[in-house]
């Protein structure tokens, strides 16, 4: 089943900086969200605190992110680059 995902805004303007900046990047991350769509709770994902919001680290990319089982949606807040 694939999940629904919407974007907050600070995430939309964080990936529309990557695509800009670095195509590479941007691919990577694109690929790392189709694969949340499919499976929202990946073995690299973990709980960030108790406030519902989860944290996946794809290579040198972070991914925050909400779940709603209720809608199978996935909401992405941010998305960073680690350094």
């Known amino acids: ?41 990946p073995a690299g994902a973990v709980a960030w605190g108790f406030t519902g919001i989860r944290r996946l680290h794809a ?7 909400e779940v709603d089982d209720a809608t199978a949606t996935i909401h992405v807040i941010n998305i960073g680059i680690l350094h």
């Open 59 to 65: 290579g040198d990319i972070r991914i925050l992110y």
């Open 1 to 41: 089943m694939s999940w629904t995902v919407v974007f907050r805004e600070t995430a939309l303007r964080n990936l529309a900086r990557m695509r800009s900046e670095d195509q590479d990047l941007f691919v990577r991350t694109r690929r790392a969200v189709v694969l949340l769509a499919d499976e929202p709770y």
